[in-house]
């Protein structure tokens, strides 16, 4: 080795220790193997190492990968435009070779200094991930910060990480809090629980391995051996379980990961295996919010571009009546929601676990779009929540009654008895009825119907 290129080697690689240690903290043990190493410039503030980004291929978790990071440690991570090139470059190489994109965000933002070629930079980087996204799997990350544009990646990726004491803010925090009212809004759990922006928070480098390993291993490796049985009867389940109890009952143990927990929590979105087949499992428990319409519908477009099927797990009682809601975004998103569940390519099952009021039957659960709709024998299937419902019907009668409440109970059970997913199953509504400890298997075997391995 020549004395010159000694040199140039040490240099890069003191400049580059520490997005090193965080690229080796993620991949596999001698994996990574880095492209475009030596690509760098000068400008009046001196030489840049690597243009503050390193890229290569490696792997996580057994599964190979394309994988950037940004070196916090060059002008604070900024984006040039020859560092938006050479991310560009890893991008296209991903998407021609089929690979999953691993991104590992921690900038400040533009180099300003560049004036207009640090936007086109942002417009590199950007293109290139749109055109990722939905081509193969996307996950984003940020550790550190995230200002400016490249917040924008959290819409064209299907995983948007954040460490939890990490900031993320398409300006600099100090304005949106100006703007505002104090309160810190570029701090990760405020993404996590109040915007919807983040999807999972981590606290580690070792607990980020983990959640990609267990990701990457249920997105890339759709079909694989369970060791749990496809006959298990869920003993835990009965009429009254909710959707999680559900969730963690019937699919195969350990086999969940919830996304976006923090966000619209009576939407469930998590990514699970029956029987060694990867899912992407919807619950709606109660009623559906616009935030709950937005988280599912990114989620049902990161299954559609998986490639893998969506179970529905329906105890709703329809679209919550809120007149701020619906002079927003509601209307909006639950149209926007409906437009994707009507247009995915990839088998469809809904479980009624519950109530189906209203639109929960009609978005959630009809035979007019599920490929398969079952319910529990408990579950009922109704235009209007039976106690509304008996108020208009037989509200002369209640009024009438020595106990209104009493009475009121009654018709309200009439009603709910008049329209059981029995009822339903008779004309033609719902596929079958079952019991609620029964759910694996029947999940298992309409799944089995619909999917090829």
């Known amino acids: 080795m020549s004395s010159e290129l000694k040199s140039v080697l040490n240099s890069y690689a003191s400049a580059t220790k520490n997005v090193r240690a965080t690229i080796d903290a993620i991949a596999d043990a001698d994996s990574f193997v880095e492209f475009d190493a030596f690509m760098g410039g000068a400008n009046e503030l001196g030489e840049i190492k690597g243009e503050g980004v390193m890229c290569g291929l490696a792997s996580v978790g057994g599964q190979s990968v394309a994988l950037l990071a940004t070196n916090s ?3 604070g991570g900024g984006v040039s435009k020859r560092g938006a090139e050479k991310i560009a470059r890893l991008v296209t190489r991903a998407v021609d070779t089929d690979m999953p994109l691993v991104s590992v965000i921690d900038t400040t933002g533009a180099r300003v200094f560049e004036g207009v070629d640090a936007l086109y930079g942002y417009g590199k980087i950007l293109g290139s991930f749109a055109k990722a ?3 193969v799997p996307v996950i984003t990350v ?10 924008y990646l959290a819409g064209l990726s299907d995983l948007f990480i954040a460490y939890e004491k990490s900031k993320i803010s398409t300006a600099s925090p100090m304005l949106v809090s100006a703007s505002a009212d104090g309160k810190d809004y570029s701090a990760a759990n405020v993404h996590y629980t109040e915007s919807g922006v983040v999807t ?11 959640l990609l390993t267990k990701v990457l291993g249920e997105a890339c490796s759709v079909f694989s051996d369970s060791a749990d049985s496809a006959n298990r009867v869920c003993k835990g389940l009965t009429a009254k379980s909710d959707v999680r109890a559900v969730l963690a009952e019937a699919f195969d143990a350990g086999s969940a990961i919830e996304i976006r927990a923090g966000y619209a929590a009576e939407a469930l979105t998590a990514f699970a295996k029956l029987d060694g087949a990867t899912v992407a499992v919807v619950g709606v428990d109660g009623k559906l919010t616009a935030k709950g319409s937005a988280k599912i519908n990114d989620f049902i477009n990161t299954a559609d571009n998986l490639g893998i099927a969506v179970v529905n797990l329906v105890n709703s009682t329809g679209i919550v009546v809120d007149a701020k809601q619906e002079t927003c975004c509601l209307i909006r998103n639950v149209s926007n929601l409906i437009y994707a569940y009507e247009n995915v390519s990839v088998p469809k099952i809904a479980l009624i676990c519950g109530a189906a009021v209203g639109a929960a039957y009609t978005v959630f659960a009809s035979k007019t779009s599920y490929d398969y709709t079952m319910a529990w024998d408990s579950a009922s299937v109704t235009p209007l929540e039976s106690t509304s ?7 002369d009668e209640i009024a009438k009654a020595e106990d209104s409440a009493k009475a009121e109970e009654k018709f309200a059970k009439v009603y709910a008895d008049e329209n059981s997913a029995l009822v339903a199953a008779e004309k033609g509504y719902v596929d079958t009825v079952l019991l609620p400890n029964h759910s694996r298997q029947y999940l298992i075997a309409a799944l089995q119907t619909l999917i090829k391995r």
């Open 73 to 75: 440690e060059v002008f």
């Open 133 to 135: 996204y939905g081509s």
């Open 142 to 151: 940020v550790k550190g910060s995230n200002y400016g544009m490249l917040t």
């Open 200 to 210: 999972n928070i981590v606290k580690s480098d070792a607990e980020l391995k983990e």
């Open 389 to 395: 419902a008996a108020r208009l019907l037989y509200g």
